[in-house]
């Protein structure tokens, strides 16, 4: 125990605090950068943070947040190293050395999962191969429904005009 102390209180024992600061100091910045990943990046993360996310973390901890309401709201939040700011895309080993492997495995899944219902498929903008192709189908698929009741009505307009002709020429 003494060794310890000594090892502690010398200049190697002040690195050794020193390096475990650093690390701490970078776990809290890629903490700050993930929030900010997860609900800043766009509009509606940013809005579903407001209106769900925020009450949820005050019913559940009780302390309304400001700094946590700053990282998920603000477009250029200034608590972030000002190298992160407005940058659209992050490398997972790179930018995220702690929490990568789980941000990758979040990715993963999002990439992954299919829309569940037409609904979802409506507000999915994962792929937009599938959107435009779900659109079109819609659009095409309408038009031709609407194109065939109006020669349904025709052919039944003209069925009947027919037939008054034939009858008063009888």
Not at 41 to 53: C, D, G, K, M, V
Not at 55 to 77: F, V
Not at 104 to 121: G, H, N, R, V
Not at 147 to 158: D, E, K, R
Request: aromatic share 10%; charged share 25%; proline share 2%.
């Amino acid at each position: 125990m003494h060794r310890l102390w000594r090892r502690l209180n010398s200049e190697e024992g002040h690195d050794i605090e020193s390096s475990v600061a650093d690390h701490m100091s970078f776990v809290m910045e890629e903490i700050k950068l993930t929030y900010h990943l997860l609900f800043a990046s766009t509009r509606a993360s940013r809005r579903r943070f407001r209106l769900t996310e925020r009450r949820r973390c005050k019913a559940s901890t009780g302390i309304n947040d400001s700094l946590l309401t700053r990282l998920c709201t603000e477009k250029q939040c200034q608590l972030l190293p000002v190298e992160k700011l407005g940058r659209r895309s992050f490398s997972a080993t790179r930018d995220f050395r702690v929490f990568g492997p789980r941000l990758s495995a979040i990715q993963t899944f999002m990439m992954t999962s299919e829309p569940k219902s037409i609904w979802y498929l409506w507000r999915d903008g994962r792929s937009i191969e599938k959107i435009t192709t779900f659109h079109a189908v819609l659009v095409f698929g309408t038009l031709g429904v609407i194109f065939a009741i109006i020669q349904t009505v025709l052919s039944g307009l003209q069925l009947r005009y027919a037939r008054l002709q034939v009858e008063q020429g009888a």
